[in-house]
């Protein structure tokens, strides 16, 4: 009898601080989304309360879409995410199979020189990375971040891969070569698909950083044409500061593409870490 | 099985495989990172390239103008650190220990709901903050007259004394769900025997967490902890979205990171010197490097590992 009450008080003293914590966690992600729905006097008067038929304003997004080329900043996240990504599951995975699978002179000293990098911050090199592509030409264009981004997520990317490569059976892999499939094939046909939700993890794991980064836009491509969204949110809001509707609804505009992102792929995240796969 | 006379036929494939990733790494991460530092050994003197030594460093620590930003720059990030070691990785590790309990509803949804802050950018993030704890939006004045204490409000982000440690805990408010996540995980692959066996001794409840939990999970604290110093040592965005490249107010924000990007690449009327910002990304470098190995051979190393 004593126990299970101890045992219920336990439980509700767990969910009270879970909620409070919670709550803290979302609610400014609240504030800014309601109050981006109101007029500015409401916004000031009342900045908790729901937006209702009264208090209910869409000029802020009316600004934000009338002064800031959002679907041009999106896109190009977009194609940068999208192609860094690429390139990272695919050097990756192709690096990751050849250090788990063949034995050959240098193995374990490239994969200690590959694993290098999860260590190391690419942003202390950022000096001669703009450097280098002010000298290539590719300073401004969407190629930059795609590169640097590609090189900043390879090192974990092998490391998580070829932990998970080893696990692929020999046998199968044997089978195949006495089949006559070539090592290229073995790779593409066999393997890959069977690492399949370790490149789901490593994915998810580089999308939100790579998403997110406001370092190497600001200094590798500022320019209108290939600002990434975070930049230009960035920039539209510092110019935009005293207009309080247009930098809510820039921010709340902001959060959406990312809060759905999170929705589609929070399961995949959240298995990704709790699996063990940053040991 | 070959004699070992023959030469060993080159691998083409293996060749093949590895090429792209390690081209792509090296030029782009490990050659600039080396170039970087080579280039903290020259100056520009009339738009020419010269080789100076040292001379950039007896600069940045001699020279007052450079070694007080430096030093102060250096303390802010130690104290950008100190406040996520101290706030950030225990409330991880508390939430963490309350989600993993047994049989606990909603656990799913608590997890989901307090790891949002942490995919956010930091430009939502900084100017979110920025608007909350504005004097002028006056939530968080009303809030805490709410709660009856208003005269503790003062407008935090604007003074000298209090906004670094603002903006740390906005920080940790942001990144709590990393250490949350990498705790339950470890919490998780704690086999449920070693707590039954506890449990017939007589070791349940909080006890259980600090004689049995705790001690197993030391490791991933450990790793965590290396994971903050390293994010923390070249933070740069939410100090930017937050207070501009000048960290205002009068330096008191400024870290490694914002040091660093203004002295490379210039604000207002300074040029930017890729010198000398070079010579503070080797610092910089040094600092991580230091830590990692602390990390690597002082901790590590010692840490007790167990094998279930």
Redesign the interface.
């Known amino acids: 009898m004593n126990a299970a009450r101890q045992n219920k008080t ?2 509700f003293a ?2 009270g ?3 409070l ?2 709550l ?3 609610f ?2 609240f ?2 989304v309601i109050n981006s729905f109101k007029t500015r006097k409401a ?2 008067r009342e ?2 309360s729901l937006p209702n038929a009264d208090s209910f304003s869409l000029v802020g997004y009316e600004t934000v879409l009338k002064q800031g080329d959002f679907f041009k900043y999106f896109q190009n996240s977009m194609i940068v995410t999208v192609a860094s990504l690429f ?1 990272i599951l ?3 995975a ?2 990751a ?2 250090l788990a699978e ?1 034995r ?1 002179r240098g193995n374990t000293l ?1 994969g200690l ?2 694993a ?2 999860i ?14 592509m002010v000298s290539t030409g590719l300073v401004n264009t969407l190629w930059a971040l795609i ?2 981004y ?3 997520g ?2 974990l990317a ?1 490391f998580i891969l070829s932990e998970f490569m080893r696990q692929v059976s020999d046998d199968l892999k044997n089978a195949g070569r006495i089949d006559g499939l ?3 094939r073995i ?1 593409f046909r066999l393997v890959l698909p069977l690492v399949r939700p370790a490149m789901a993890t490593v994915a998810v794991f580089n999308m ?1 950083p790579i ?5 190497f836009p ?2 590798l491509a500022p320019a209108e044409e290939v600002k990434t969204l ?1 930049l230009g ?2 920039v539209f ?1 510092g110019q935009f500061v005293t207009d ?1 509707n247009a ?2 609804s820039a ?1 709340s505009l ?2 959406l593409p ?2 759905g ?2 929705v589609i792929f ?1 399961r995949q ?2 298995r990704g ?4 796969a ?2 | 099985m070959s004699s070992p006379q023959r030469p060993p036929r080159i ?1 083409w ?2 060749i ?3 090429t ?3 081209l ?2 090296t ?7 080396f ?2 530092m080579r ?1 903290s050994l020259f100056t520009e003197v009339e738009q020419q390239r010269m080789f100076v030594g040292l001379e950039n460093f007896k600069t940045l620590f001699g020279n007052t103008v450079w070694s007080t930003q430096f030093w102060n720059a250096l303390g802010n990030n130690f104290q950008f650190f100190i406040v996520h070691m101290l706030v950030q990785n225990p ?1 991880g590790i ?2 963490a220990a ?2 993993s ?1 047994p049989k ?1 509803r ?1 656990a799913g949804f ?16 900084g ?3 920025k ?2 704890l504005s004097p002028i ?3 968080a004045p ?1 809030m805490l007259d709410a709660v009856g204490l208003k005269s503790l409000y003062a407008p935090w982000l604007g003074r000298e004394a209090y906004a670094l440690t603002t903006l740390s805990l906005v920080s940790v ?1 942001q990144f ?1 769900g990393i250490p949350m ?2 705790i ?2 470890a919490l ?2 704690i086999p449920e025997e070693i707590l039954e066996a506890g449990e017939c001794d007589g070791i349940t ?1 909080m006890s259980a967490f600090w004689k049995i939990k705790l001690p197993l999970i030391l490791p991933s604290i450990g ?1 965590i902890s ?1 994971l903050t110093f ?1 994010a923390n040592f ?1 933070a ?2 939410l100090i ?2 937050a207070q501009g490249a000048l960290a205002g107010p009068n330096f008191s924000t400024d870290i490694l ?1 914002t040091f ?2 203004r002295t ?2 210039g604000f207002q009327l300074q040029l930017g010197d ?1 010198h000398m ?2 010579a503070i ?2 610092a ?2 040094a600092i ?2 230091i830590g ?1 190995c602390i990390y690597l051979f002082g901790i590590q190393s010692r840490m007790r590992r167990y094998q279930f």
């Open positions: 336990q439980i767990a969910h601080a879970l909620i914590y919670t803290i966690a979302l400014p992600v504030v800014i916004i000031f900045p908790l390139f695919l050097f990756g192709m690096a199979f050849t063949y050959f490239m020189y590959l290098l990098g260590m190391i911050p690419i942003r202390i090199g950022t000096v001669a990375i703009l450097e280098m590169l640097v590609t090189a900043q390879l090192p092998v070539s090592e290229y790779f939100i998403w997110n980064d406001l370092w600001l200094i975070t949110s960035q809001i309080w930098v809510l921010l902001a959060i990312v809060m992102l999170y929070s995240l959240i870490i709790t699996s063990g940053v040991k | 691998k494939h293996v093949v495989f590895l792209p990733a390690v792509v790494y030029a782009v991460m490990i050659f600039p990172l170039a970087t280039l409330i508390a939430l309350i989600l309990s606990l909603f608590y997890r989901s709901a307090i790891f949002i802050p942490t995919i956010l950018s930091f430009v939502i993030v100017f979110a903050w608007l909350i939006w006056g939530i009303s408010w709590v996540m990498l339950y995980a998780l692959s409840g790793i290396i390293v070249n740069f965005d930017y979205a990171g660093m990007y490379f690449f890729p910002g070079s990304a080797s910089m470098f991580i490097l990692v």
